[in-house]
C-alpha cells in the first residue's frame, strides 16, 4: 500500500515556476515507477511526466517537454515535479500517481495502469 500526498501547487503568473512535491509513505515507493497528471475543469484527465523507479528515465508529454522535469528522491521517498515558464493553460489540478508494476523499466503514460494516487494539488496560472 502507498499513500501520496501532493504539495507544492499555487497561484503564479505567467512565465512563473513552481516546484510540486508528492510524499510517499510505504516501503514500495523505491520500486515502483512515478507519474504527474494533471485535470483541469471540464477536461479529461491528461499524462504530464513519468519516471521510472530507479529515476533513470523519465517521459514528458509533448506539451511540457523543455519546461517540466520529473526527478525522485528514493531516500526520501519523494517525487518532484519542477515547472518552469508556465502558461495559463497549465492551470489544473496535478496528481501523482504510483505504478502498479515493481521494478518496471517501463514508463506508462496511461493512468490506468497507476494503483496509488494523491489527493491533487491546484496549480493556477495567471496571464
Known amino acids: 500500500q502507498v499513500q501520496l500526498v501532493e504539495s507544492g501547487g499555487g497561484l503564479v503568473q505567467a512565465g512563473g515556476s513552481l516546484r510540486l512535491s508528492c510524499a510517499a509513505s510505504?516501503?514500495?515507493?523505491?520500486?515502483?515507477?512515478m507519474g504527474w497528471f494533471r485535470q483541469a475543469p471540464g477536461k479529461e484527465r491528461e499524462f504530464v511526466a513519468a519516471?521510472?523507479?530507479?529515476?533513470?528515465?523519465?517521459y514528458y508529454a509533448d506539451f511540457v517537454k523543455g519546461r517540466f522535469t520529473i526527478s525522485r528522491d528514493n531516500a526520501k521517498n519523494t517525487v518532484y515535479l519542477q515547472m518552469n515558464s508556465l502558461k495559463p493553460e497549465d492551470t489544473a489540478v496535478y496528481y501523482c500517481a504510483a505504478d502498479s508494476a515493481l521494478y518496471s523499466s517501463n514508463i506508462r503514460t496511461n493512468g490506468g495502469f497507476y494503483d496509488y494516487w494523491g489527493q491533487g494539488t491546484q496549480v493556477t496560472v495567471s496571464s
Open positions: 510505504g516501503r514500495t515507493f523505491s520500486r515502483l515507477a
Open positions: 519516471i521510472n523507479w530507479i529515476g533513470t528515465s523519465t
